[in-house]
């Protein structure tokens, strides 16, 4: 059995936001008793995350490290179409991912105590991302 859906969320700019329960809806609506959720992204800016939702110094701390690995408006990049974020959103996106996937059991992820999955916004201004989860099962 196969179940996809396809959902929307706009981000306030560069940051984590919470994706978690979006993507359990959709699994325990797929009826997979067991199986595998793929949640994938389908842009090039941003990236999807499983870590720590309890604490939010763990995201604020990830994006202090990816300011370090990609720093905005390095003169050495090339591409800056978009402006001094786009090169540095592009490799944050490389290095961080675009999917995730998870296990299911029970018709529920089987995510650990202090996990949660995020989309993470690489861009400085708002932005209308689209998700994608498939539930293979």
Not at 28 to 37: H, L
Not at 68 to 82: I, L, M, Q, S
Not at 94 to 111: K, N
Not at 123 to 135: D, E, F, I, K
Request: hydrophobic share 40%; aromatic share 6%.
């Amino acid at each position: 059995m196969t179940h996809q859906q396809k959902f929307e969320i706009r981000t306030r700019g560069r940051g984590t936001t919470e994706i978690t329960a979006e993507v359990e809806r959709i699994v325990r609506a797929a009826g997979v008793a067991a199986g595998v959720a793929q949640v994938f992204v389908q842009h090039t800016s941003c990236s999807l995350m499983i870590t720590e939702n309890a604490d939010p110094a763990v995201r604020r701390d990830l994006e202090t490290l990816a300011r370090r690995w990609a720093p905005d408006a390095d003169p050495a990049y090339h591409h800056d179409t978009e402006g001094d974020d786009d090169m540095a959103a592009h490799a944050r996106s490389i290095l961080a991912g675009t999917s995730v996937s998870l296990p299911v059991s029970g018709g529920e992820l089987l995510l650990g105590t202090w996990q949660g999955i995020f989309l993470w916004e690489h861009r400085t201004g708002a932005q209308l991302r689209s998700v994608v989860v498939t539930v293979l099962g």
